[in-house]
Each structure stands twice: as structure tokens, then as C-alpha cells.
């Protein structure tokens, strides 16, 4: 586990392992006190590491550190514009399924059952369980979920219990959840593909958390596997470029597209062997994908 280290051991920290050249100091310190420095350092090492070495280290080629902070500029600007979309589609579910729910639960839209298992869900909400707490110590017995404000307790519940509402809706009243994700494409999947979906929104899910906790989209996508258990960002690229072309923004394009050819590279180089050992000398090739920098450095 690496240990805290401070503004003055993070540069030189930058400098030994990363071979990250300061210009302005007393300008680098201001901004490391204002930029999460693991986000910095996990976020820029996959624009400027250029191979691993038979320790299974990176090596990169020496930067400024203006150039380790402008790619996570890029990373900040494209993850923030991400996040606003993601609240967006939040929002719109969110009140889409409040309207549903209510008008199912208030006006004898689902059969008995159904009705139950709606009242069940939302019962075992955080915010009705809270409420209910909350009433118990003040001695009330008013405010917990009965069947009626509905649309109150849905639009409180937290994006995993919307999300088991809606993989319910998608199970057993399939046409009302095609009309609560209407308009979004690539959620629209028919009944005999549950798998998909579930897989979609777990994605949606993911990248939902890393965004709303200020995770660089850089690590988000270096960090996908696929089903053998290997490194692929196949079906988080995916999950990315769906979100974005919610709405589309000519501005942040280029910048994304920066952002997915540097993971696209970095995960070449994690997908690939330490080394290569020739049989006959037993020596080691490293595994380069771009030019040799004129100093390299490892870590």
C-alpha cells in the first residue's frame, strides 16, 4: 500500500520515478494541492508510459509536468460534461418511473401481486427505511410507505434501487419499461435479451459512480475486463460513446477522442507479457509502441 506523501515528495516523487521535468514550482505546488494526486499520476501515466520493462514496470519518456496536467485537464473537461449528461438521464428515469409507479400503484393499474412486490421494493428503500426509523424514535406511527405518494418515495430512491426497478419492469411489464426508457437508444432490448440488459445497466452504473465521485474517466477505462477476466474496455468505451451521444458536443469530441486512443494504447501495453525471452540468449526485448524517448524512466 504506498504511504501519504507530501506536495514536496509528490514533485520529487514525479521526478525520480516518472521523469517529469518542473518548471514553475511554487505554480506545480499550488496546483498538486488542488489536484487529487493519485488521480494525476493514475490518470497521465497512460499518456506518457511507453512500455514495461521485465520488472513490470512502466517506463515513460520524459514530459513536463504542464503536459501531465494538461491531459488531465483534457480528463477533467470530458468528465465533467459526461457527468451532466449522466444527471440528466438520471433525472428523466428517476421521474419517468415516479409517473409509471404512481399511476400503476394509485390508479389499479397492476394486478394484486404486483402491487405487492411494487410496495415491497419501496419499503425496503433507504429513504422509506429512514423515515420509518425516524418515526419510531419520535413515537409516530405516519409517513412510512402505504401505497399512496408514491411518486415521493420513487423519486427518492438511490440509483440501485431504480435499477432493480427497473430490471423488475423489464421482467414482468415489459412494454411499460420500453415507455420509460423511450428515446434512449441501446436501451430499448426485447425480453429475450435480459442478459444485455442487465449487463448495459450495470455499465451505465458503473461508469455512473466513477463519474460522481471524481474518478478521471482515464481509470475508468484502463480498469474494464471482459469475460475471460482479461483487460478489455470494450464494453466501457461502449458504455461511454452512448452516454455522449446523448448529446453530442462538437467541442468535447476531440478531447474524448484523445482520452480513448491513449487507453486504447495503454491497455496494449497491459495486455501484453513483461517480457519476451529468446531462447538462445535469454535476454529481454522491451515492449515498445511508440518512438524511444531520448530519456526514459521507470517505474
Request: aromatic letters at 12%; a positive charge.
Amino acid at each position: 500500500m504506498a504511504s501519504y506523501k507530501t506536495i514536496d515528495e509528490q514533485i520529487k516523487h514525479l521526478k525520480n520515478n516518472k521523469s517529469v521535468v518542473f518548471g514553475n514550482l511554487e505554480l506545480a505546488k499550488k496546483q498538486l494541492l488542488d489536484i487529487n494526486y493519485y488521480h494525476l499520476i493514475s490518470c497521465s501515466k497512460v499518456r506518457f508510459a511507453q512500455s514495461v520493462n521485465h520488472e513490470k514496470k512502466y517506463v515513460y519518456s520524459a514530459s513536463n509536468f504542464d503536459d501531465w496536467n494538461e491531459y488531465f485537464q483534457k480528463d477533467v473537461l470530458v468528465s465533467e460534461y459526461l457527468a451532466k449528461l449522466m444527471l440528466s438521464f438520471e433525472r428523466k428515469i428517476n421521474s419517468r418511473l415516479a409517473n409509471y409507479i404512481s399511476n400503476g400503484m394509485e390508479k389499479n393499474q397492476f394486478n394484486n401481486h404486483e402491487k405487492n412486490e411494487i410496495l415491497r421494493r419501496i419499503r425496503r428503500s433507504r429513504y422509506s427505511m429512514d423515515l420509518e426509523t425516524n418515526n419510531h424514535e419520535r413515537n409516530q406511527h405516519d409517513g412510512s410507505y402505504r401505497g399512496k405518494e408514491t411518486w415521493r418515495f420513487v423519486a427518492k430512491m438511490t440509483l440501485g434501487e431504480i435499477k432493480g426497478l427497473l430490471f423488475w419492469l423489464f421482467e414482468n411489464k415489459h412494454e411499460l419499461y420500453q415507455q420509460v426508457v423511450t428515446g434512449y437508444q441501446g436501451l430499448t432490448f426485447p425480453k429475450s435479451e435480459i442478459t444485455k440488459f442487465k449487463e448495459k445497466l450495470d455499465n451505465i452504473q458503473e461508469l455512473r459512480n466513477s463519474l460522481f465521485h471524481f474518478r478521471p474517466l482515464t481509470i475508468y477505462l484502463i480498469y474494464g475486463k471482459g469475460n475471460n477476466d482479461k483487460f478489455n474496455n470494450k464494453n466501457r468505451k461502449k458504455t461511454v460513446q452512448w452516454l455522449f451521444a446523448q448529446r453530442y458536443n462538437d467541442l468535447v469530441n476531440p478531447e474524448l477522442n484523445v482520452l480513448l486512443d491513449c487507453t486504447d494504447r495503454f491497455m496494449k501495453i497491459k495486455k501484453q507479457p513483461t517480457m519476451l525471452t529468446e531462447k538462445k540468449s535469454h535476454s529481454y526485448k522491451q515492449i515498445v509502441f511508440s518512438q524511444s524517448p531520448s530519456k526514459q524512466i521507470t517505474h
